[in-house]
């Protein structure tokens, strides 16, 4: 089966720091880029970061950049999200979720893939 | 950055009847790649349609899209009583990726 488990959420103080992790298993993780997504609880949904499969190439959204970091062990089928300088605002849902492909190879076919995800709570 | 923006903010509607969910683009979305995705409470977003119009596999057919350029829209030709949720429009042809704000589909 097809899957991506989030873990690595919990409770911190603002300006603690914490590392997400996100599984990947039942496809060749190495081949696909991946994306972090994060949703307040009641709000939409954010588009946080992007790697690409070899990790060579990253993007990030302006809210959180210099503060993020994404970054993948394609060995270990893992993708991960450093935070920072955490904030109250970054109290949310955290989600991994693969870009897909047609079978061409060519062709993305969006966010095909997401994990369930895990829950960051930002409170002293 | 390509803003995205969504109309009505809610639908509310009775089984059976239409849906039609609009999303506008700030810009022309890049290689056509303009994505629907469905939430409901307590679950990841699923990905109904991609490249504005292609159903994602398992997705049943009364979900559409259609449009070109910057105005795009979702249409469920029949309500199913599984299909009362939030729907995000999304861009993925540069970055930022960005959503829309969301749609919600509640019962009538």
């Known amino acids: 089966e097809v899957q991506l488990v989030e873990s690595g959420g919990g409770l911190v103080q603002p300006g603690g720091s914490l590392r997400l992790s996100c599984a990947a298993s039942?496809?060749?993780?190495?081949?696909?880029?991946m994306n972090w997504v994060r949703q307040v609880p009641g709000k939409g949904l954010e588009w946080l970061s992007y790697?690409?499969?070899?990790?060579?190439?990253?993007y990030y959204a302006d809210s959180v950049k210099g503060r993020i970091t994404i970054s993948r062990d394609n060995a270990k089928n893992s993708l991960y999200l450093q935070m920072n300088s955490l904030r109250a605002e970054d109290t949310a849902d955290y989600y991994c979720?693969?870009?897909?492909?047609?079978?061409?190879?060519?062709?993305?076919?969006?966010?095909?893939?997401w994990g369930r995800g895990t829950m960051v709570t930002v409170s002293s | 950055e390509v803003a995205l923006t969504q109309t009505p903010g809610t639908l509310s509607l009775s089984p059976g009847e239409r849906a039609t969910l609009s999303c506008r683009a700030s810009?022309?979305?890049?290689?056509?790649?303009l994505a629907w995705y469905q939430q409901k409470p307590g679950q990841a977003p699923r990905l109904l349609i991609h490249?504005?119009?292609r159903r994602a596999t398992g997705i049943p057919d009364r979900f559409s899209g259609s449009g070109s350029g910057t105005d795009f829209t979702l249409t469920i030709s029949r309500l199913e009583p599984e299909d009362f949720a939030v729907y995000y429009c999304?861009?993925?042809?540069?970055?930022?990726?960005?959503f829309g704000p969301g749609t919600k589909v509640d019962i009538k």
């Open positions: 979720a693969r870009m897909g492909y047609d079978d061409s190879g060519h062709y993305k076919t969006a966010f095909d893939i």
């Open positions: 039942g496809f060749t993780f190495s081949s696909f880029e």
């Open positions: 790697i690409s499969s070899s990790g060579s190439i990253t």
């Open positions: 810009q022309s979305v890049s290689s056509n790649y």
């Open positions: 490249g504005i119009s």
């Open positions: 999304q861009q993925y042809g540069s970055s930022p990726r960005t």
